[in-house]
């Protein structure tokens, strides 16, 4: 399997509005390479609308992670095969970005603040672990929608054509409390 070094995708997390009360984070992944397309499943990406609830996303203490908020996570079947919009081509330095809203009862706004420090909390993004090689977010590098078997898509990343990019990402400082 190729290396996450052969995988052209950047993550950033930004907070677009920091006065929005429920906080919201922007999460972007951007193909950084200047000349190949990049495909990806959303599926248990920063770009899954479940990303809050598929534990993806970690909110703790800024100087202590190990102090973090739990919040209740799904296990969820989806159907085969994947829906047509699960499936993102990026192409070379293309973007695409989701918000997340951190809102009752997903997310414990009061143990939010509570975690915070100067108005802030940490958040990170973890896609994948790494002894788990089925786990990650599904890549093709070098290939646009069109191009991808839809035999290769229904092996979710365990064809030889796939890859699983795993990201842990470093912690962003979230303003909370909407000061």
Known sequence: MPSQLSIPISL?????????SPPTLLLTLTNTSPSVPVTLLTWSSPLDPLALQLGLIYISSLSNPSNKLDFPE???KRAMPPPEDALVTLGPGEERSQELMMREPVVNLAMMKELAEEGKVGVRVVCGKKDDEESGVVVWVGKKREEISDEEIELLGRGKEAERWKIESEVFGMRVGGE
Not at 12 to 20: A, D, K
């Open 12 to 20: 950033t997390i930004s907070q677009p509005l920091p006065s929005l």
């Open 74 to 76: 799904l296990m969820i």
